[in-house]
């Protein structure tokens, strides 16, 4: 199994920067795709941005300019990197792999974190 461990949420004005971070642990074999997701209340979740293990990313349009995501393989690390935030930001974030553990690939999630701007 794979456990995933965020931290980096809280709460920041608008316009402020918030830097989260998510390490996957357990019998991981390789990991493909890292990303984030958010849910704000009453409204369905949906992808913020992922990376592949090659490098290559997406962003949702929302956040594109604001957003950067990275990671470090050797860590099974990820990290988004939140700039010029704005109340509508405002959400439970929730860290997501797409891991192979004994031959599977499987996807994890995270417990979630929750950023909210505001001030």
């Known amino acids: 199994q794979v456990q995933l461990v965020e931290s980096g949420g809280g709460l920041v004005q608008p316009g402020g920067s918030l830097r989260l971070s998510c390490a996957a642990s357990?019998?991981?074999?390789?990991?493909?795709?890292m990303g984030w997701y958010r849910q704000a209340p009453g409204k369905q979740r949906e992808l913020v941005a992922a990376?592949?293990?090659?490098?290559?990313?997406s962003f949702a349009d929302s956040v594109k300019g604001r957003f950067t995501i990275s990671r470090d393989n050797a860590k099974n690390t990820v990290y988004l990197q939140m700039n010029s935030l704005k109340p509508e930001d405002t959400a439970v974030y929730y860290c997501?792999?797409?891991?192979?553990?004994?031959?599977?690939?499987?996807?994890?999630w995270g417990q979630g974190t929750q950023v909210t701007v505001s001030s």
């Open positions: 997501t792999v797409a891991a192979t553990v004994a031959g599977t690939m499987s996807v994890y």
């Open positions: 357990g019998s991981i074999f390789s990991i493909n795709v």
């Open positions: 990376i592949l293990s090659g490098g290559s990313t």
